[in-house]
């Protein structure tokens, strides 16, 4: 079964649902959607997606139920999985009096005004009354100490009124879940999962209502510090998967001028890598171009693609693989289509191809340097990864390796191997992808 997760970062519902027979086609086995919850419809900024209004209707300036139930229908229909950004931590950060209740008195009004639209948007519920009140939310103020847990999980996020975990808002979001659930979603991810209580994860999502859906939260973090802090607390009393920074710190270190890629030869064994069967892995999380406090963290453009190719290309975790519509290039004009179609180029397709090809394949490592790396896959494929600036020539023992013709999925060069050795030439801050292709 296809793995590989296209986070389509906040694309039109009806732009998915277009997309979806060549989503399916390049070999994506799940979309990320944006966070469908009700939000601002005129809002064209992505960050409106994480501010949700009310749970009970599905709505906002990427489309209505109707447009989500059009492309789940579409992915669906090519076997593609749906898996939805839910956002429970916290509400939408309105200017209002009743800032407090919500949706609030206005928007209750425009419920009954716009009965017939409302009703044909709203997931569950009955919209003649408010889903949350004052007393559904902590009231100790902004996160002041972004280190420490109590903090970071009672206190509010930059202004967001952030819920309570009590037994209201634990049944509207069990609700929630219900109805999506109902309308097809295969799965979730969790937005800013490490400022969620474990109770209230345990109590929301581990549940007999989410037993076969794919569940995975966000814990962003850079170092090692902060893994101890919010990360590994979560992995060791939750059941759901993560996002796999470790591995994304690792590979910051590893790509660095002064770095080793010997790091990623098995990288889980040594704690710096999530295990695989609770590991989504990623080169660049939509956080990361489009929030300034981390953008430090991001990968070089060439670093990044290197990065793909060992993430596709090793065995281990549900890749996931970013785009966007440029989003971020606004305010970073470096950013210009860096992203955007990502999901289709050719260096994508050919990484989606060798990865579904040997998904589940033993890895082995056949030769390792601080400046490059090359490993097996099963007996039918090698990946050979070249971070330095120079042209380098490993012989490599290829015993155990299927003898016959490799194609290089990423360039197209073939290549005959016939013995039980063999000298790669791999050019400077390059990679290959080389897949048995016959006798």
Not at 89 to 109: C, I, Q, V, W, Y
Not at 127 to 152: C, K, T, V, Y
Not at 284 to 299: E, K
Not at 375 to 390: L, Y
Request: net charge negative; hydrophobic share 35%; glycine share 10%.
């Amino acid at each position: 079964m296809n793995d590989v997760i296209l986070h389509a970062f906040d694309w039109k519902y009806n732009d998915i649902a277009d997309n979806a027979g060549r989503i399916a086609g390049l070999g994506y086995g799940a979309v990320l959607i944006p966070p469908p919850l009700y939000s601002d419809e005129s809002g064209t900024e992505w960050w409106q997606r994480y501010q949700p209004k009310d749970y009970r209707i599905l709505r906002s300036h990427l489309g209505n139920k109707a447009d989500l139930e059009k492309m789940i229908a579409a992915l669906h229909g090519y076997g593609v999985r749906v898996y939805a950004d839910i956002v429970f931590n916290h509400m939408a950060n309105e200017a209002r009096p009743d800032r407090l209740h919500f949706p609030g008195d206005a928007e209750l009004a425009r419920y009954q005004l716009e009965k017939g639209g409302f009703e044909r948007d709203r997931l569950y519920g009955n919209l003649d009354e408010g889903l949350f009140s004052p007393w559904d939310f902590n009231s100790d103020g902004n996160i002041q100490n972004w280190m420490d847990a109590h903090e970071a999980t009672e206190h509010s996020l930059s202004g967001l009124p952030d819920l309570d975990l009590n037994q209201w808002v634990i049944e509207q979001q069990r609700q929630c879940l219900r109805a999506l659930n109902g309308m097809g979603m295969d799965g979730y991810r969790v937005d800013a999962v490490k400022h969620l209580p474990e109770e209230h994860l345990r109590n929301v999502f581990e549940t007999p209502d989410m037993a076969g859906k794919f569940l995975f939260g966000e814990a962003l973090t850079s170092n090692d510090n902060e893994e101890r802090v919010f990360l590994w607390p979560l992995f060791d009393n939750s059941y759901l998967s993560f996002y796999d920074f470790p591995l994304h710190e690792t590979l910051r270190r590893a790509f660095s001028p002064g770095g080793s890629m010997r790091e990623l030869v098995d990288p889980a064994s040594f704690g710096q890598a999530l295990p695989w069967w609770r590991a989504v892995t990623f080169s660049v999380t939509h956080d990361m171009p489009n929030n300034d406090g981390f953008r430090g963290v991001m990968l070089q453009p060439q670093d990044e693609y290197l990065a793909n190719v060992y993430l596709m290309g090793r065995d281990g975790g549900v890749p996931l693989v970013y785009s966007d519509n440029n989003q971020s290039a606004g305010r970073y004009r470096e950013d210009r289509n860096r992203w955007a179609n990502s999901w289709c180029r050719d260096d994508t397709a050919a990484m989606l191809r060798f990865h579904n090809a040997l998904h589940g394949q033993k890895q082995l490592s056949l030769y390792d340097d601080d400046g490059f790396l090359v490993f097996a896959r099963g007996e039918t494929g090698m990946v050979a990864i070249n971070k330095t600036g120079s042209w380098q020539y490993p012989a490599i023992f290829v015993d155990g390796v299927r003898h016959g013709s490799y194609r290089c999925q990423i360039h197209g060069y073939r290549m005959q191997l016939d013995g039980g050795s063999i000298t790669l030439a791999i050019p400077p801050r390059e990679a290959q992808m080389w897949l048995y292709s016959g006798e």
